[in-house]
């Protein structure tokens, strides 16, 4: 798919500026993989220390940020790109923003994972905490090669997966409310549940929006705000060589 989107460029530096580029886009997806891993593990299994040490390690992934950044605005004023490098470069910028604030939520998992661990625990209070996460990490990894690959169809399946962990999401919610009501003691312990819910919530949210990067990028299209099925159709005329009336 790349290949057909990007050329050779006469300026072998350019080339290889924008392969450099691309890995360490992968680098930090890597980086944000394993901290949002271990800050799951941490809640899962109760790990204080594994929760906090997640929490400190964030610091990486903003620097990551910070370089990438400053690589790109060095390609835009001394290269000036067009076209499709152009868009690489846009969605770059936009896809480490979202990179870089799930490794805030990650953060926020962790802080939370420590101080759950030091409260009372019950057998099963992490079931549905478990299937959103694993929802979730899936999302991200998958966000993350079809970015790799600029893979559109790919791309949309994730898009389409958001749904799902919003509706996995309120469920969470619901239940925490019915419990906190139930035994007001429980108030604390099940709002710092609700919150991990919610920060994994928004982690498939901004999963979500670097596979929007890949479709603007690919076909230059920006589907922010545009009804499913239509962007459903755009993808499928445009892989069928196609394009949408």
Known sequence: MESEIFGQH????????????RAMVST?????????SQAIEA???ADSELGLEVARRDVEVNQMEVKIDE????LLATRSPAAADLRLIVAIIKAITDLE?????????????????????????????NSLSEHVEE???DALDAFSRLDVVDALKVVEEDKYVDEEYDMISRQCITLMMEDPRTIRRFMDISWAARALERIGDHAKNICEYVIYLVQG??????DIEQVREQVRLKVEGQEPK
């Not at 930090?28 to 949002?36: A, D, I, T, Y």
């Not at 690589?71 to 060095?74: A, D, I, K, L």
């Not at 299209?221 to 545009?226: A, G, L, M, P, Q």
Request: proline share 0%.
């Open 10 to 21: 006469i300026s072998r530096k350019f080339n290889a500026d924008l392969e450099n580029l």
């Open 28 to 36: 930090m997806g890597g980086l944000v993989e394993r901290q949002l």
């Open 43 to 45: 809640m899962v299994s």
């Open 71 to 74: 690589e790109c605005s060095r």
């Open 101 to 129: 604030r799930i490794g805030d939520e990650a953060e926020r998992i962790g802080i939370l994972a420590a101080r759950l661990a030091v409260q009372h625990q019950s057998h099963g209070r992490y079931d549905e905490l």
């Open 139 to 141: 999302m991200v990894h």
């Open 221 to 226: 299209k920006d589907i922010r705000h545009t």
